[in-house]
């Protein structure tokens, strides 16, 4: 672990393209940030991270509120079992099934076609159009992964004492406050832990994007993950790309931290 992080920081100083090298010192991240294509891929990432994560955690609390309340215990590990499929599948093969669904001809016109939402002639290239391409890529991120959240809400759901549920109703309080005073505290850390994993694990995210559009149309939907593996492995420019992996690497390290600190305020 130790020698390949040392290696692409050495890299990062140089001019290299595995035959040759060139020390440049901080010239490798000063072109860095003076580059709008890699801030724009940033922002992408940024936006791509935080769309997931949250509807991770909006969809993932709901199913797992609806299965927590009174549900036939059977009934409840059909649905968990059921739901948490997405989450088996790689996300290569998550990503091609969504080419084919988000096609122009594909199943999720034909199923906006059927509803009278678009007209018979309006086949969208979602993956194509710089405008929903990113969008896309999420929405397949978000179907995948949300049975993560659910399956560690729920576990949190029923290690809630019912007997505070009880209280409160005799004291006469609504569901909302319910929700807002008993089960929101309760599952404050594992909500902070797995918001923290969830950021760290999408951040860092590159088997979506390169399968489904490759960081295309126009680089509408480049990533860093994605944007660092072009520039190594297609324009040969590792000093650049190592840079690019020394930003994320200090990026998820700054996530990380907190992610140790509250592990660490747990144990103590």
Do not use: C
Not at 3 to 15: D, F, G, Q, T, W
Not at 59 to 66: D, Q, S, T, V, Y
Not at 228 to 248: C, N, P, R, T
Request: glycine share 8%.
């Amino acid at each position: 672990m130790l020698y390949p992080l040392i290696e692409v920081a050495r890299l990062s100083l140089h001019e290299s393209n595995l035959t040759r090298e060139t020390w440049v010192g901080f010239g490798n991240y000063a072109t860095l940030l003076a580059d709008r294509f890699f801030w724009a891929t940033f922002l992408n990432t940024v936006l791509f991270t935080v769309g997931s994560v949250v509807l991770h955690l909006v969809i993932g609390l709901g199913l797992a509120l609806l299965l927590n309340a009174g549900v036939n215990p059977y009934f409840r590990s059909f649905a968990r079992g059921v739901l948490i499929v997405p989450w088996l599948l790689a996300p290569t093969v998550a990503g091609m099934i969504w080419v084919l669904m988000l096609a122009p001809f594909g199943v999720f016109n034909g199923m906006l076609t059927t509803l009278g939402v678009i007209s018979s002639t309006s086949n969208i290239a979602w993956l194509g159009d710089s405008a929903t391409a990113l969008g896309s890529v999420t929405a397949m991120n978000v179907w995948r992964a949300f049975p993560f959240f659910m399956v560690m809400l729920l576990a949190g759901l029923q290690a809630v004492p019912q007997q505070q549920y009880e209280a409160a109703q005799l004291d006469g309080a609504t569901l909302w406050q319910q929700f807002r005073f008993i089960t929101l505290p309760s599952l404050r850390s594992v909500i902070a832990t797995i918001v923290l994993l969830d950021s760290i694990w999408t951040f860092r995210a590159f088997d979506p994007v390169f399968v489904m559009t490759g960081g295309g149309p126009s680089h509408s939907s480049e990533v860093l993950a994605t944007a660092i593996y072009f520039d190594g492995f297609q324009k040969l420019k590792f000093g650049y790309a190592s840079a690019e992996a020394m930003v994320m690497f200090a990026s998820l390290f700054i996530v990380s931290a907190f992610y140790v600190r509250r592990s660490m305020r747990s144990v103590n």
